[in-house]
């Protein structure tokens, strides 16, 4: 019978070349608590400080571009204004001029804005003896976007009138009061003598149309209605005293003027501006 010698295996000594696998060192160092990481009161602090410098910085510049955008949405209103003026006074293009029809081809000032604001003759409101035109209202074509408040409108009353148009304070634009009434001698002294205006005032393109005014200065006074105004000037009694003149610098210092030329333009010294014709005189 055969047999076979065992022979046992021998392993190599030879060092592997293959990658060495790295310890897991968390196997084999004991196991410690995590400490999680957190703001001290003091970093907060410090934060916080830095952040409310940095809105303090920008405070100013949103506000400023905030007010510019506001800005030129009423100089937009005021161009709008402007145009629907040159129609009304254009002696084909008008459309219906209420109880001026009768003087032919001239107009009154305040038969344009009752115009634009839809009341008296051109009331357009149904049967409600008054019309609150809200403040939320983005289609007001007759509102700046720096009034806020409710303007109320009254049936049956004319723009000359105190009543018109409700509260004053809410009153965005004042129109020049010198193209609705001039101051004239007579032999007994000045006195107010109505105006009537007619295409011929298209060719007086510098002449200030109409403009941001204060409705809560000119309510102090129980006989000024905010949507006419006029500087003093040289005059003696109907406009002396500045009575009549409440311009608003409610865009950023400066105030939006609408020529009758259609163009806006912004000042903070609108008395000051060289070719402004604020004393413009229609015959």
């Known amino acids: 019978m055969t047999h076979q010698r065992y022979t ?28 999680a990481t957190a703001f001290t009161l003091l970093e907060t602090l410090v934060t916080i400080s830095i952040i409310a410098v940095l809105l303090a910085m920008l405070a100013p510049a949103l506000h400023h571009t905030v007010g510019s955008a506001r800005g030129f949405k009423c100089q937009i209103t005021l161009r709008n204004i402007a145009f629907d003026f040159a129609l009304f006074a254009d002696q084909t293009l008008h459309g219906p001029r209420g109880e001026d029809a009768q003087f032919n081809d001239r107009f009154r000032l305040a038969t344009f804005q009752e115009s634009e604001y839809e009341i008296d003759e051109f009331w357009n409101y149904g049967d409600q003896p008054s019309f609150t035109m809200e403040a939320s209202n983005s289609s007001d074509h007759l509102r700046c976007t720096e009034v806020s408040g409710d303007l109320v409108l009254n049936r049956d009353t004319p723009c000359t009138s105190v009543g018109a148009l409700n509260p004053p304070q809410n ?21 107010a003598t109505p105006v009537f205006l007619s295409h011929a005032i298209l060719e007086h393109p510098d002449v200030p149309l109409v403009w941001d005014v204060e409705g809560a200065e000119a309510g102090r006074h129980g006989d000024m209605t905010p ?4 500087p003093s000037l040289d005059s003696l009694f109907l406009y002396n005293n500045d009575k009549k003149w409440f311009p608003a610098m409610r865009h950023n210092g400066a105030m939006n003027v609408a020529f009758i030329g259609g163009q806006v333009l912004t000042t903070r010294t609108p008395l000051s501006e060289p070719g402004w014709q604020w004393a413009f005189r229609p015959h």
Request: one cysteine or more.
């Open 171 to 191: 009153v965005s634009f004042g129109f020049n009061s010198r193209l609705q009434r001039i101051e004239t001698n007579g032999p007994f002294g000045p006195t």
């Open 227 to 230: 949507q006419f105004s006029a």
């Open 8 to 35: 046992p295996t021998r392993r190599s000594c030879r060092r592997s070349t293959g990658p060495v696998r790295s310890i897991d060192a968390a196997r084999l160092s004991p196991s410690r608590p995590r400490v």
